[in-house]
Nanobody, 117 residues
């Protein structure tokens, strides 16, 4: 059974930084990433990274956020700098496998990030 656990959210002033961490138990994950969701809105991709290190970022966070991954520890990190109030959301970690049975996503419980102006 796969467990995905996030940590590192909190309250920060605009312009500040936070670092999110996520560890996933279980098998190999083709990609890991971070999504965020505001109440009443769809969950959106923030950044993801493949097992080979290829990264992908939402335009709104490029240049401010950095995603990294430790494959041995099955851990993914999101360093968030120059935070803005509009970055306030619940952030969810995603671990994805791609196999014979198709694509399968595993999600953490979410961690709140609040940026005050």
């Amino acid at each position: 059974q796969v467990h995905v656990v996030e940590s590192g959210g909190g309250l920060v002033q605009a312009g500040g930084s936070l670092r999110l961490s996520c560890v996933a138990s279980g098998s190999f994950f083709n990609s890991m990433g971070w999504y965020r969701q505001a109440p009443g809105k769809q969950r959106e991709l923030v950044a993801d990274i493949t097992s080979s290190g290829r990264t992908n970022y939402a335009d709104s966070v490029k240049g401010r956020f950095t995603i990294s991954r430790d494959n041995a520890k099955k851990t993914v990190y999101l360093q968030m700098n120059s935070l803005k109030p509009e970055d306030t959301d619940v952030y969810y970690c995603n671990a994805r496998t791609v196999g014979v049975g198709g694509l399968r996503d595993y999600w953490g419980q979410g961690t709140q990030v609040t940026v005050s102006s």
